[in-house]
């Protein structure tokens, strides 16, 4: 088992082009024109203010056509290039602009909805991008602080804000611009990358449920050969021992069966760990478990000590070693943080098991530079890929516990763990990861059902 990195799914690397929908700038586009037409109509018909009608309403028909020729020319499914949705969601910005010159400038009481097609930028185009159009709206509402068409208001009265006060809404629009934009590109960010870790963890899941149930179609086709060779294992020797040795094709013969015998032993081999049919193999102690989540990792040059024994003071039958099922996801969780605990181990690894009435609690412990204290808290979130220093690697070679990581601990967190991280506490240096089960959830009842450790099954991608 090896660690897993975002390049083993480019397609799911989360950091990849958007491509916009073209039904999602249009449907943007249609709010804003209709909130504009509220806005100018109830200032102009309710309100009595004089509005300059004729130039905002044929600023308003020319989004409205714009997204009439969109509609016609490309169908709704259309993704968008990246620069021509930034010179769509620009024109937004610069027909607001312009609307808001005819309407009393930074004055207008609408005037931070011009930060709105910036914000869009940010949580969908690179970066680039969103920074020329932040950039050109802050430039827009420079200009509409001093140029710009008087406030619709009560005739004869001219409204007019004091200079300063005018900045400072300038200032408030560039400063929510920046904060609202740098906020919603985080979350757009987190939100992709959380995304193509889990889309990452339900196709490494597939992966070794199909491995998982190759064994069982091992045992169906063992079975559906196993009588036809018993069939022609029996009739060559049969002809074997009628002709006898000094006959033509008696080596023929004996090669017939030699060779069918083979085939039968090759089918017992197959046969010799089945899945579901075999109930010893499907039911495993948490020995058997770290034993084999474990075996991988054996010979790579660290010693990995494996104990299980009940808690301190626990006795009779809440003594007896749990009993669970063996399931793909619970074993690559716990081999994965093996694996890590192994990369980063300066000599010993130390994979312990205890257990009590209640709980059943599995340390995994190395004696190498521990975690960093200032990602100890974000480990486990995807892409955080950095744990101290391999002995005699380079940085970008140590790296660790990102995608693989979360891997192993949602599939483990399904399973009904907690899962706590920390540093063992001085003179001894290292990290531990502590995996904590109710037991009810660990062991394997009779008429448990396999799908309580990994959750419902996942169908494979392509």
Not at 228 to 238: F, Q, V
Not at 415 to 437: D, K
Request: aromatic fraction near 8%; charged fraction near 15%; hydrophobic fraction near 45%.
């Amino acid at each position: 088992m090896r660690k897993v990195a975002s390049t083993d799914f480019p397609a799911l690397s989360g950091n990849g082009a958007q491509n916009v929908r073209l039904a999602t700038i249009v449907r943007l586009r249609w709010i804003a024109v209709a909130g504009q037409l509220l806005t100018i109509g109830f200032v102009k018909l309710w309100l009595g203010f004089e509005v300059p009608l004729a130039y905002c309403l044929a600023l308003i028909a020319l989004s409205a056509w714009l997204n009439v020729f969109l509609v016609i020319q490309f169908p709704p499914r259309h993704r968008l290039t990246d620069p021509v949705a930034a010179s769509l969601l620009t024109y937004d910005m610069l027909q607001l602009a312009v609307l808001l010159y005819f309407t009393g400038g930074i004055g207008n009481p609408f005037v931070m909805l011009i930060i709105a097609p910036c914000i869009v930028s940010a949580a969908t185009l690179p970066v680039g991008y969103t920074i020329a159009i932040s950039a050109l709206t802050l430039l827009c509402a420079y200009v509409l602080t001093y140029d710009y068409w008087p406030l619709p208001w009560f005739p004869g009265i001219r409204f007019e804000l004091p200079l300063v006060y005018k900045v400072a809404i300038l200032a408030s629009v560039g400063t929510g611009l920046l904060f609202v934009a740098f906020y919603v590109r985080r979350l757009a960010i987190e939100g992709r990358e959380m995304s193509a870790a889990l889309a990452a963890t339900e196709l490494i899941l597939a992966r070794e449920q199909k491995l998982h149930a190759l064994d069982g179609l091992a045992a169906a086709a063992a079975h559906e050969l196993g009588t036809p060779l018993s069939t022609i294992y029996l009739i060559a020797k049969e002809l074997e021992h009628d002709l006898g040795s000094s006959h033509p094709h008696a080596e023929d013969l004996a090669l017939l069966r030699t060779q069918s015998n083979r085939c039968r032993e090759i089918l017992r081999k197959l046969t010799r760990r089945p899945d579901a049919q075999d109930p010893m193999h499907t039911s495993v102690s948490i020995q058997e478990i770290l034993s084999d989540a474990a075996a991988p990792y054996q010979e790579l040059g660290k010693v990995i000590i494996i104990t299980s024994a009940p808690a301190e003071g626990v006795s009779g039958s809440d003594a007896a070693e749990p009993i669970g099922v063996r399931q793909p996801g619970l074993f690559y969780g716990l081999g994965n943080i093996i694996e890590n605990a192994v990369d980063f181990a300066q000599y010993n690894v130390e994979v312990a098991a205890r257990w009590d009435a209640d709980n059943i609690v599995v340390e995994i412990t190395d004696d190498g530079p521990g975690f960093r204290h200032d990602l100890i808290e974000s480990l486990g979130d995807p892409y955080v890929t950095t744990r101290g220093q391999h002995s005699g690697k380079s940085a970008t070679e140590a790296t660790g516990l990102g995608l693989g990581f979360f891997i192993a601990k949602t599939l483990l967190e399904r399973s009904g763990a907690t899962i706590e991280l920390e540093n063992r506490a001085a003179p001894e240096t290292g990290a531990r990861v502590r995996m904590t089960w109710p037991r009810s959830a660990f062991s394997a009842p009779d008429g448990w059902s396999p799908h309580q450790i990994d959750g419902p099954p996942v169908a494979a991608a392509g």
